[in-house]
């Protein structure tokens, strides 16, 4: 046994690479834990949430881009960043396998 004070963390490169600048004593237990949320690649849903916040700007959040009706709360929580009410998703989503299959 090691009389390594400090508990068991997580080992990877996101662990001390930007504390150990500031390394101060009795700081190390306060160290931000890794969030596996933030760990995943998410380029595309950042780009889905610049769109909707530009959306959130124009007054336009919650209306479906294709007919101008409102998405619907329940849709809106569970899928934030949609911009088609259900109704023009599901017709999207037709066109699109129609269109696969005609290929
Ligand atoms: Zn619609």
Redesign the pocket.
Known sequence: MSCAPRPAKPSGPWTRKKTSRSHRPGVDGVEPQFDAAHARPRAQTDFQIQELLDRLEAGAYGI?E??G?EIGIARLKARPVTT??I??KSDQEVEERKAKRVV
């Open positions: 479906c294709e007919c009706e088609l009410c109704q023009c």
